[in-house]
């Protein structure tokens, strides 16, 4: 309804998203956006008929590997009260299960809220809205307010992101926030600005690529390594032939070790071995 609402004030260029990546806490569906821009009396200047066979790949890779698909999402007032961005949720999810919290989701987004009015309420776009649902998760996980914060909290009550954001948290949270030695650190800091030709010398020498040195400017060592130890992308068959598709769920079953298909003038036989398995 944003979406549709947009276009009528006079926008041309909305966000949407490919099904089933699409809806809950994701983008809009594109198709159900051109559907209604139509309905409204709108021409989109897309072709959705290339864009299904995409769709229907995604939707058969998302089913065979157990991955939720997207599917419209209720509406809730309370996300015009947290406002936290979709993938910032997903986020919440990812971090209370590493602490065995999972089921604490509903009290981050309301402690987001909370935390939000106390930093004076701050728009919840990147990096701002990070600050708050950081610090709303660890108040949860923690189980007190404020007993322990994140740098960026204390960076953004420092006026370190903008001396208005400080001037208008809460006086009461603010001295809480900055009344540690962590604060007293960062307060007396001065932040690094280095040249390109530091940041070059420090993390790749003259043989690195723009690309490659603002990986490494940007990720841990750690994370590049695993990312390129993962190797390629992995390729899913989704053809549409019902015997290709029956074969590749098939071989997808951890308890399947042979497969046989016959018709005639055609027999097939898949055998899994040891060194396969």
């Known amino acids: 309804m944003n979406a549709l609402e947009a276009v009528k004030l006079g926008i041309r260029i909305v966000n949407t998203g490919i099904p089933p990546l699409a809806d809950g806490s994701a983008l809009p569906s594109i198709f159900n956006v051109a559907h209604n821009l139509r309905a409204l009396g709108y021409r989109p200047a897309i072709d959705e008929e290339i864009l299904r066979p995409v769709s229907t790949h ?151 690529s723009d690309e490659e040195l603002l990986l490494r400017f940007m990720l841990a060592k750690d994370d590049i390594a695993a990312m390129r130890a993962a190797g390629p992308a992995k390729e899913y068959d989704t053809a549409r032939h019902p015997l290709v598709r029956l074969m590749a769920e098939l071989t997808q079953q951890t308890g399947c070790n042979l497969i046989q298909v016959s018709k005639p003038g055609f027999a097939l036989s898949l055998e899994k071995n040891d060194a396969a398995s």
Do not use: C
């Open 58 to 208: 995604l939707e058969i890779v998302a089913k065979r590997e157990g991955f939720p698909l997207g599917t419209p999402a209720e509406y809730d007032y309370e996300q015009y009260l947290h406002q936290v961005p979709g993938g910032m949720i997903s986020n919440f999810g990812h971090q209370l299960r590493l602490v065995g919290k999972e089921s604490q989701l509903q009290e981050v987004l309301e402690e987001t809220i909370r935390v939000r009015a106390d930093f004076g309420y701050p728009i919840m776009v990147t990096p701002l809205s990070q600050f708050v649902g950081s610090q709303a998760a660890i108040n949860v996980i923690v189980g007190e307010r404020y007993k322990e914060v994140t740098d960026q909290a204390i960076a953004y009550a420092l006026g370190q992101y903008g001396e208005e954001g400080a001037d208008l948290m809460d006086p009461d949270v603010k001295d809480r926030i900055l009344d540690r030695p962590r604060a007293r650190q960062l307060a007396g800091l001065e932040r690094p600005q280095p040249t390109l030709r530091e940041i070059r010398s420090e993390l790749g020498g003259p043989g690195v």
